[in-house]
Every structure is written in C-alpha cells, then in structure tokens.
C-alpha cells in the first residue's frame, strides 16, 4: 500500500547552501504537515496545508523556512542558507480533511538533514 | 513553552510486567489526546486515542487513562512485549489538526 513517502531520506549540506525536502502524501488525502524532531526534542509542527492553501504557518522558525503544496498533492519544504542549528529529521504527515474535528495523521519515514 | 511534557526521557520494564508512561499537558483547551509510537528511522504511527470526555479508552493491551482535573495522561500497556520497545509520543489537540507533541519516552522491554 502506498503509505506517506518522504525524499531524500538522508540529506548531508554545507551551511549556507538550500536545501529542499519533499513529501508525497496518501492519495485523497487533502490534509499536509511538516514538523521536525531535533536530538533530544520533541515533534515540533511547522506548518499545515489544507488543500494547496496553509492556513498555520505558525510553527516556521524563520523566515529561512517555507514551504509550498501544489496540486494537493507533493509537498516541498525549503530552507534557505542553512545553519547548523536546522539539523534534525524533518517529517511529514498526511490526513483526511481536518478543518473541523481531528483525523489521524500518518507520517512518512522523515528527512534526515544534517548542516555541517 | 512545553505544553505538552513527558518527563521520563526512558523507561525499562521486564517483559510480561505493566508498562506506564506518562504525560502532562498545561492547555485547558485541548480535548482530544493521542500516543504514537515511533521506532527508528520510521515515522511516528498512531497507537491509541481519547476524547476529554471519556476517563478511560482501551484497546487490547493497551489502555490511556485521562484525568482531566490534573491534566494528566497515561498509557498503560500490560503485559508488555519485546516488540513495544520504541519511543512513546503523547500528543494533544484542541480538537482539530495542529497537534502539540511531547518529547517522547523512550520504552526498553527487558525479555
């Protein structure tokens, strides 16, 4: 079956390059998010698309981060000039429409991002 | 400012013995709590739910505990297996998608 999937599953960078990671959602599948786990953390959100619109972009640390959903579909999270402290696994999730009352999300495998 | 938190980065437990984790959360406005549990290098996959208004919600060997007043929850797991061993994340929600996790317990099952 075809489950949430995640590339690159590994991503080494030098600080100050970009990187961008992307997420292919469970088809019909309306809703998307990004969070990421740095060593020692928790789950920490980032944003959440609802169709190709993101109504919480509340969770981007900075203005470095953003992120973009096209067709409802793949997702693509970048960050711009990277810093050390953006090494963690970044993951996605997706869920049935989730407007109004909590759906369960499935997660993808992550990103491993590593900023020398 | 953690609003949802576990506070035993780790726990061991023999098998076939009770497992509790534990987990506090400070937001009067969520009202729905969910457990996922996470093995290396895969994602989290949920594990069980509980809505605020029930106490209580059990599936199989595994059963969340909800006390409202202390804004405390637990997940029981009994008995416990080799193959529970994985990070335990509790996370909550006011009742729609962004949902706020804690920073995970890791479970040893001792065989």
């Known amino acids: 079956g075809a489950g949430v999937s995640q590339s690159p599953s590994n991503k080494v960078t030098e600080k100050g390059k970009d990187v961008e990671l992307r997420c292919d959602p469970i088809?019909?599948?309306?809703?998307l998010y990004w969070y990421r786990q740095s060593l020692g953390q928790g789950l920490e959100f980032l944003i959440y698309?609802?169709?190709?619109?993101?109504?919480?972009k509340s969770g981007l640390p900075s203005d470095r981060f953003s992120a973009e959903r096209t067709g409802g579909s793949v997702s693509t999270l970048t960050i711009q000039r990277t810093q050390q402290e953006d090494s963690a696994v970044y993951l996605c999730?997706?869920?049935?429409?989730?407007?109004?009352?909590?759906?369960?999300?499935?997660f993808g495998p992550g990103t491993r991002l590593t900023v020398l | 400012d953690q609003q949802v938190k576990q506070n035993s980065p780790s726990l061991s437990v023999q098998e076939g013995r009770i497992s509790i984790l534990n987990c506090d959360y400070t937001?009067?406005?969520?009202?729905?709590f969910l457990w996922y549990k996470k093995y290396p290098a895969e994602g989290p996959t949920f594990l069980i739910s509980?809505?605020?208004?029930?106490d209580k919600n059990e599936d199989g060997r595994f059963t969340v505990f909800l006390n409202k007043s202390a804004k405390h929850l637990s997940l029981h797991i009994v008995p416990s297996q080799p193959g529970d061993s994985a990070v335990y994340f509790c996370?909550?929600?006011?009742?729609?998608?962004?949902?706020?996790f804690g920073t995970g317990t890791k479970l040893q099952v001792i065989p």
């Open positions: 999730a997706s869920s049935l429409a989730g407007t109004v009352s909590y759906n369960e999300q499935f």
């Open positions: 088809s019909g599948h309306t809703a």
């Open positions: 698309f609802q169709g190709n619109s993101a109504p919480d």
């Open positions: 937001n009067s406005m969520f009202d729905y």
């Open positions: 509980i809505s605020s208004i029930k």
């Open positions: 996370a909550a929600t006011p009742g729609y998608q962004k949902v706020t």
